[in-house]
């Protein structure tokens, strides 16, 4: 089914340095989180994944064994990935209708495909079947979210990246992203998910990663991870890791 594996990563911005030897595997048809507290180098680490940060200094984004971290954007879209990264990002002057087109855009000259992929998109987001014409500034912000998800969606992506997908959404809104994110994962798509909220992360996935100051320094299958209430203090800045995994009290 494929796997994308990510070995000794290292990427940041200019000449400076926030991400430090990651390593982490999304394999297809599972969601693997990222977590981690404000700063820790998650998003970084996202873009750097689909090719979007030019501040890469190293490491292996590897597609079942070959080497595609030096592809550009537009490449690692046509081998499917696609990223969707975070605050509701849509074409807010346009039509809903008009925002998946664009999002499709790649697949304009295969018009069977296309049609699929629009018809599926709006089966798992019956919302925007009904908004369809209604322009995206005119949508709430659960529903832009599900737009932005939509676009990304409209190639078909194999390897889905999301960047804090529920950030600011009510609970009910956040469940119905995550319902579509799991059965992605059911069809047999990876998505790995930057998420704020550890436990909900958790819950909603098969593995999860704890990063900090750049750092991967916790992972783990999520059933076993859920329990423990270090990674919550870290995550919350309570404590700090050191060598060895230890953890001591933050003095920040």
Request: with cysteine; aromatic share 4%.
């Amino acid at each position: 089914m494929g796997e994308l594996t990510v070995t000794g990563l290292r990427a940041g911005y200019g000449a400076m340095q926030v991400v430090h030897d990651v390593h982490l595997r999304l394999p297809a048809g599972e969601v693997v989180a990222l977590v981690g507290r404000n700063g820790a180098g998650k998003t970084t680490t996202l873009q750097a994944i689909a090719g979007l940060r030019s501040g890469a200094f190293g490491g292996r984004v590897q597609l079942d064994g070959t080497d595609i971290s030096q592809w550009s954007p537009s490449r690692m879209a046509k081998a499917g990935f696609a990223f969707v990264p975070d605050g509701h990002r849509v074409l807010v002057g346009m039509t809903v209708e008009e925002n998946l087109r664009i999002g499709g855009f790649p697949m304009r000259r295969d018009k069977r495909a296309l049609e699929d992929a629009h018809a599926w998109v709006v089966d798992l987001f019956p919302d925007l079947a009904v908004s369809r014409y209604r322009h995206a500034e005119q949508l709430s912000g659960g529903q832009q979210q599900m737009l932005a998800i939509g676009m990304a969606l409209m190639c078909r992506p194999k390897f889905l990246l999301l960047d804090e997908p529920c950030g600011g959404l009510a609970p009910a809104l956040v469940d119905r992203i995550y319902e579509v994110v799991e059965r992605l994962a059911a069809e047999g798509q990876g998505v790995l998910v930057v998420e704020q909220d550890v436990q909900r992360a958790m819950r909603r996935s098969a593995r999860t990663y704890v990063m900090d100051q750049g750092r991967i320094v916790i992972d783990g299958p999520s059933s076993e991870l859920l329990g423990n209430t270090k990674i919550l203090d870290l995550v919350r800045g309570i404590v700090d890791v050191v060598e060895g995994d230890e953890m001591t009290p933050s003095v920040s």
